[in-house]
Structures are given as C-alpha cells and as structure tokens.
C-alpha cells in the first residue's frame, strides 16, 4: 500500500499557510482528496490531481481503497488532529502507511490574533454533539470549533440560563480577506448565522 499524508493546510483559501513539508506532498502526490473549497488552495498543476472528498467516511475507506497503491494526499482545514478527518484516519491505518503534517488550527489562529495566550485553555467542539456546559462554563479560557446547530448564539443562550456573563469572542472566515473577528458580553450575542466559525470563550472569575 502506498503511503496517505493527511496535510493539515491551516485556515484560509490560500497556501499562505501550507508549510514546506505540505507544499512537497502535494507536488510528490498522485491523488489529492479534498472539498471542493479546499482544492482551491491547489496549483493549477496540482488541481490535476484533485479527487472530490466524498460526503460520507464509508465512500472516503472505499476511494481510498481503490488507490491503495499511490500516493495520496488527503487535505484537512486547520489541523488534522484538532477535530479533524486525522483521528478517523489513524483508527483505520497503521502508523507504516499513515504521515500526518499538521496545520495551524482555526483556534491557534484565533488565539493569535486576539493576542490571548492558549497554554491554559480548554479545547472542545460543539460540532454535532452537545458539549459539556456544566464545564465550559466553569473553566476560565474555553476554544471552541461550532457549527450551526450549537454556534455562537446557542452557546451563548446556555450561558445565559446559568447566569455566567461571559465573554465571547467570535472569528469567522479566519484568514480570508473578508475575516471577522467580534467581542461581545454572552448576552449580546446576536442571533444569526455564523460563517465558517471558532469561537473562544472567557467566562469570569
């Protein structure tokens, strides 16, 4: 079988921040799988080799089955092992067919732009599941990945109900040129549709 590296290619549409190991798999690849938003981050060479990620994991296992032999490249947003299509991928593969090149997170970005230090946050995901709020609300500096069932309002509201008048702050489309990144007190956030969203969470003393 041939080897499957799993290229973390941070937030954005663009390889700004692709590191030089990614940017080398991708030229030394034979396929290279991922959404469409991110096979636009491709050369127009490597587009050549772009394979649509499918819908479901079960079509993921067999695609990849059908290209054992080459050398694949499966694209991951931000980092493979933060929420990401890697933890799927090393249940299913040894570590002898598996190189996993991480990528700067949604959150690290975030983080980063705020200028907050992560070293004492807690990391989690509303991202199809219903996170522990008894937790995230206890904790002083909470990183969260959402999407638009639990997204920033939703999370909010919980606060609300338990009285913690939280700070949240609010990225959207993280590194693009139309990025936004808002601050609002937990009963301020308004109720709409976030966009390609990571929110951080500082709930008070």
Not at 11 to 36: C, H, M, R
Not at 104 to 125: A, G, V, W
Request: aromatic share 8%; hydrophobic share 40%; net charge neutral.
């Amino acid at each position: 079988m041939g080897m499957i590296t799993v290229v973390g290619i941070g937030p954005g549409g663009t390889q700004d921040y692709l590191f030089g190991k990614a940017q080398a798999a991708l030229k030394e690849a034979n396929v290279i799988i991922g959404s469409e938003r991110q096979l636009e981050i491709l050369t127009e060479e490597e587009r050549l080799k772009g394979v649509r990620l499918p819908c479901k994991l079960d079509d993921l296992a067999e695609l990849l089955k059908k290209n054992q032999e080459a050398q694949i490249v499966i694209l991951a947003s931000g980092d493979p092992l933060t929420y990401g299509i890697g933890n799927w991928l090393i249940k299913r593969f040894s570590a002898e067919n598996l190189r996993i090149l991480p990528g700067i997170s949604s959150l690290q970005y975030l983080f980063n732009r705020l200028k907050i230090p992560m070293e004492d946050c807690f990391i989690t995901s509303s991202h199809g599941k219903k996170p522990d709020f008894s937790l995230i609300f206890k904790l002083p500096k909470v990183g969260l990945v959402t999407d638009k069932k639990m997204g920033p309002y939703q999370l909010a509201q919980e606060a609300v109900k338990r009285g913690h008048e939280a700070t949240f702050y609010i990225g959207e489309k993280l590194s693009y040129s139309d990025e936004k990144i808002r601050c609002y007190k937990a009963s301020e956030v308004p109720d709409e549709d976030y966009l390609m969203n990571a929110v951080v969470i500082i709930n008070e003393g």
